[in-house]
């Protein structure tokens, strides 16, 4: 059993939605022979001291499906943590960096967590607001996605925000989505991010209802032209 926890400090459970100024993705595995003390360390010690740092809302453990066997190919990480911030971003990353640092030379620290890459993302557009988890969440899709021709990204922007977000949630496979960007933009590959809020009880079905309404959008004309999805994780809690 793979296991998602959730975490959020008392004094910070009333901040609303809006309130987010960035996200923190963690990409994480173990290197430990047993796994599931790992992942009870990892429930138990790590996640709420995480959780803890001034201007983080929530910390989010979710585990990347499906998961690769041992010794074959794959991402090269087995969970992501999403970690909520709010407030002045900088600080809050800051803070962020600074407690894992600490934790990593410190006594409660182990060898065996490794984050194996880490990206800071920054609300984009009318949809850059993110629901504060919820028992009722079961996962999430995390899209990476752009346009193939930056001359014409203001309106690839528009339709994604205008019609391609409400069109995927309108298939039933999303409770929500929300927007973000990179704060640091790359020179190549994708800038932009889509967090989508899964609900259902098995977050494959998402995947499949998402995947067999796009024939007839596509067929319907609400497909941008200079639309690209790059890499995309199904991610589970559980």
């Not at 996640?47 to 929530?58: E, H, K, N, Q, T």
């Not at 001359?151 to 205008?162: F, G, I, K, L, V």
Request: charged share 20%.
């Amino acid at each position: 059993m793979i296991h998602v926890k959730w975490c959020r400090s008392q004094d910070r459970a009333c901040w609303g939605m809006d309130d987010v100024s960035g996200l923190i993705v963690l990409s994480v595995r173990s290197a430990a022979a047993d796994d599931h003390d790992w992942e009870r360390w990892s429930t138990d010690d790590h996640l709420p001291r995480v959780a803890a740092v001034a201007g983080v809302r929530a910390v989010t453990r979710l585990a990347v499906v499906p998961r690769p066997p041992v010794g074959m190919p794959g991402p090269g990480f087995t969970h992501i943590e999403l970690v909520e911030l709010v407030g002045h971003l900088d600080q809050a990353v800051t803070s962020v960096r600074a407690e894992l640092v600490a934790e990593r030379n410190g006594a409660d620290g182990r060898a065996d967590h490794a984050i194996v890459a880490g990206d800071v993302l920054v609300p984009h557009g009318p949809h850059g607001t993110k629901i504060p988890p919820a028992p009722a969440l079961t996962g999430h899709v995390l899209a990476n996605v752009l346009c193939t021709d930056v001359t014409s990204e203001p309106e690839w922007d528009r339709w994604y925000d205008e019609q391609h977000l409400p069109d995927m949630v309108a298939t039933g496979a999303f409770s929500a989505g929300s927007r973000w960007r990179r704060r640091l933009r790359p020179q190549w590959g994708a800038a932009h991010v889509t967090l989508y809020d899964i609900e259902l009880a098995d977050v494959n079905d998402a995947v499949h209802r998402s995947a067999a309404a796009m024939p007839a959008l596509i067929a319907g004309g609400r497909k941008h032209p200079n639309h690209c999805g790059g890499p995309t994780l199904v991610l589970q809690r559980s």
